[in-house]
């Protein structure tokens, strides 16, 4: 497959590079899988590769979808190799969920059931997954884990489907759409959990994949940068008055900084780590910039799984004095 024309760089990580292309007047959305993890090639030998199987789903959603299919066009699909591929689609243009409001809510629970009628589901749902186009049409982003069958989604998929998605929003995000949400998609398919439910297990799936996501902050990422005395934030750096937290190897510098970023992702008043110094053999000093404070701090840090053994003066500056716990809503 030949890729021609201007390009912008969205996405860089150890497996995957994503881009978009202008080309002879359209816009196209190129990925390219080249994996550095040694047992990539290894895992890719077990079942179809990722780009190989958003190809085919793609494929076979539009099949069974017409106003998909004016939008797709046609996909291009190369692999390489076990491990090694590339895919593009056309571009689509639309919001994805960081940026839709509460009258989106119904449009995105009635666009859901509408796929899941359509047999397809997805194990690692987030709503930036999900676009909504202007005329209200909700479309995947993403294919590669998702799973397209000949009958409408089990009931057991839509749930876990529900969970995941709603577990993707930040906690005042999620208790602002999930009610209008889940109402529009009960009025075309069932669920066995009720609202209260689903959001219980949400706050639990969005506990454990924050604290994974925040682990990106200690390996090579775009906005991230290791260094052998410490981590640099690259890209995305959030502005405001600085701030500095110092310690010594009592404490682990880097999980400090680390959980500071899992807050971060959490949407909680916390500092938001920018660089992490090790100074020396025994003391480090973390900065960061201090966060608009928040009057709900403490019911903020109980929903993520933490309280304080501390006083706070509207954000947390020094993690080590969390204390995690179960979270509740």
Same mark, same amino acid.
């Given at each position: 497959?030949?890729?021609?024309?201007?390009?912008?760089?969205?996405?860089?990580?150890?497996?995957? @590079?994503?881009?978009?292309?202008?080309?002879?007047?359209?816009?196209?959305?190129?990925?390219?899988?080249?994996?550095?993890? !040694?047992?990539?090639?290894? #895992?890719?030998?077990?079942?179809?590769?990722?780009?190989?199987?958003?190809?085919?789903?793609?494929?076979?959603? !539009?099949?069974?979808?017409?106003?998909? +299919?004016?939008?797709?066009?046609?996909?291009?699909?190369?692999?390489?190799? $076990?491990?090694?591929?590339?895919?593009?689609?056309?571009?689509?243009?639309? #919001?994805?969920? %960081?940026?839709?409001?509460?009258?989106?809510?119904?449009?995105?629970?009635?666009?859901?059931?509408?796929?899941?009628?359509? /047999?397809?589901?997805?194990?690692?749902?987030?709503?930036?997954?999900?676009?909504?186009?202007? @005329?209200?049409?909700?479309?995947?982003?993403?294919?590669?884990?998702?799973?397209?069958?000949?009958?409408? $989604?089990?009931?057991?998929?839509?749930?876990?489907?529900?969970?995941? *998605?709603?577990? /993707? *929003?930040?906690?005042?995000?999620?208790?602002?759409?999930?009610?209008?949400?889940?109402?529009?998609?009960?009025?075309?398919?069932?669920?066995? %959990?009720?609202?209260? %439910?689903?959001? #219980?297990?949400?706050?639990?799936?969005?506990?454990? =994949?924050?604290?994974?996501? $925040?682990?990106?902050?200690?390996?090579?990422?775009?906005?991230? +940068?290791?260094?052998?005395?410490?981590?640099?934030? !690259?890209?995305?750096?959030?502005? /405001?008055?600085?701030?500095?937290?110092?310690?010594?190897? !009592?404490?682990?510098?880097?999980?400090?900084?680390?959980?500071?970023? %899992?807050?971060?992702?959490?949407?909680?008043?916390?500092?938001?780590?920018?660089?992490?110094? =090790?100074?020396?053999?025994?003391?480090?000093?973390?900065?960061?910039? =201090?966060?608009?404070?928040?009057?709900?701090? +403490?019911?903020?840090?109980?929903?993520?799984?933490?309280?304080?053994?501390? $006083?706070?003066?509207? *954000?947390?500056?020094?993690?080590?004095?969390?204390? +995690?716990?179960?979270?509740?809503?």
């Amino acid at each position: 497959m030949a890729a021609t024309g201007e390009g912008k760089l969205l996405r860089l990580s150890a497996r995957r @590079s994503v881009f978009m292309l202008a080309d002879e007047g359209h816009n196209w959305i190129l990925k390219l899988d080249a994996p550095e993890r !040694s047992f990539e090639a290894i #895992r890719a030998c077990l079942r179809r590769p990722p780009l190989a199987r958003e190809s085919r789903n793609w494929q076979l959603l !539009s099949e069974r979808w017409p106003a998909l +299919q004016e939008l797709l066009g046609y996909t291009i699909a190369e692999q390489l190799d $076990s491990a090694r591929g590339c895919f593009a689609r056309q571009w689509f243009d639309g #919001r994805r969920g %960081e940026a839709w409001q509460a009258v989106d809510a119904e449009a995105v629970g009635a666009g859901i059931a509408a796929l899941h009628q359509l /047999g397809w589901t997805d194990a690692d749902l987030s709503p930036n997954d999900m676009l909504l186009t202007a @005329s209200g049409l909700l479309l995947p982003l993403d294919l590669g884990h998702a799973h397209v069958g000949t009958a409408p $989604s089990s009931a057991t998929d839509r749930s876990r489907d529900w969970v995941h *998605f709603l577990g /993707g *929003f930040t906690l005042r995000r999620r208790l602002m759409f999930a009610k209008p949400m889940l109402e529009a998609y009960r009025k075309e398919l069932r669920l066995r %959990e009720n609202n209260e %439910e689903l959001l #219980r297990l949400a706050l639990l799936w969005a506990g454990t =994949i924050l604290h994974r996501q $925040s682990r990106r902050c200690l390996r090579k990422t775009r906005d991230f +940068q290791p260094q052998k005395n410490g981590i640099v934030r !690259s890209e995305g750096v959030p502005q /405001g008055e600085l701030l500095t937290l110092a310690g010594d190897v !009592s404490s682990d510098p880097r999980e400090i900084f680390r959980l500071l970023y %899992e807050l971060e992702l959490h949407d909680i008043a916390a500092m938001r780590p920018v660089r992490l110094e =090790i100074v020396g053999p025994e003391d480090w000093v973390i900065e960061g910039v =201090i966060p608009e404070r928040s009057t709900t701090l +403490q019911a903020d840090l109980l929903a993520a799984g933490y309280v304080s053994e501390e $006083s706070l003066n509207g *954000f947390v500056h020094d993690p080590r004095f969390l204390k +995690q716990v179960k979270p509740q809503n």
